[in-house]
């Protein structure tokens, strides 16, 4: 039968539930790490521990990595102090919905997003370091956040110069349904 040690950290959260509420915890993680593992293998999301400040710099670093090409060339420049401003009130309102995107228990990248009061999961970032991109850890994280709402929209806004990211999101199923100066905002209907 299981012990206490059987269950693994991910769960850690939840010792306030019952035996068998933990249990299909751990299943609903173990099919997770097998959906994600059919396009990827070894690949993992865990969530991320509040707090935890090498997961903070990771998060800012590679927000920074992946995102200053298209600021500088949208908005002109990376201003490092507004940044930092941005970030911190980014992990405040989104702490609690950020994954952690692991390969082969390497971290190399992130996403976060939330359920809105209109039944609409949004996006807000799914960012891979940019060694890792172009592998399909962006699809079978996308692939896996679609089955996952796959009883809600989804929606995300890209910037309208990524077009890489927009063609990925085209192919998914997403949709450009509204636009701003900068950005597209796409819906996948469920």
Same mark, same amino acid.
């Given at each position: 039968?299981?012990?206490?040690?059987?269950?693994? !950290?991910?769960?850690?959260?939840?010792?306030?539930?019952? =035996?068998?509420?933990?249990?299909?915890?751990? *299943?609903?993680?173990?099919?997770?790490?097998?959906?994600?593992?059919?396009?990827?293998?070894?690949?993992?999301? #865990?969530?991320?521990?509040?707090?935890?400040?090498?997961?903070?710099?990771? %998060?800012? &670093?590679?927000?920074?990595?992946?995102?200053?090409?298209?600021?500088?060339?949208?908005?002109?420049?990376?201003? $490092?102090? *507004?940044?930092?401003?941005?970030?911190?009130?980014?992990?405040? !309102? *989104? =702490?609690?919905?950020? !994954?952690?995107?692991?390969?082969? &228990? &390497?971290?190399?990248? =992130?996403?976060?997003?939330?359920?809105?009061?209109?039944?609409?999961?949004?996006?807000?970032? %799914?960012?891979? /370091?940019?060694?890792?991109? *172009? #592998?399909?850890?962006?699809?079978?994280?996308?692939?896996?956040?679609?089955?996952?709402?796959?009883?809600?929209?989804? /929606?995300?806004?890209?910037? /309208?110069?990524? !077009?890489?990211?927009? #063609?990925?999101?085209?192919?998914?199923? =997403?949709? /450009?349904?509204?636009?701003? $100066?900068?950005?597209?905002?796409?819906?996948?209907?469920?």
């Amino acid at each position: 039968m299981w012990s206490k040690s059987d269950i693994p !950290e991910q769960t850690a959260n939840y010792e306030h539930k019952g =035996f068998a509420d933990k249990v299909q915890i751990q *299943n609903k993680i173990t099919e997770r790490k097998i959906r994600l593992s059919w396009d990827v293998p070894h690949l993992e999301l #865990k969530p991320y521990k509040n707090g935890n400040s090498s997961e903070i710099h990771f %998060i800012y &670093d590679l927000k920074k990595e992946v995102y200053k090409e298209y600021v500088e060339k949208t908005y002109g420049e990376w201003n $490092e102090e *507004n940044q930092q401003k941005l970030f911190a009130r980014f992990m405040k !309102e *989104n =702490f609690k919905d950020i !994954e952690l995107i692991y390969l082969k &228990d &390497d971290l190399v990248g =992130f996403y976060n997003g939330k359920v809105k009061d209109n039944n609409t999961f949004e996006i807000g970032n %799914i960012c891979v /370091k940019l060694e890792y991109q *172009n #592998k399909g850890i962006e699809t079978a994280v996308l692939k896996e956040i679609i089955f996952e709402h796959k009883e809600q929209n989804i /929606k995300l806004q890209v910037f /309208k110069i990524n !077009e890489k990211a927009i #063609k990925l999101y085209e192919k998914m199923g =997403f949709e /450009k349904v509204n636009e701003t $100066e900068t950005h597209y905002i796409m819906i996948k209907k469920y």
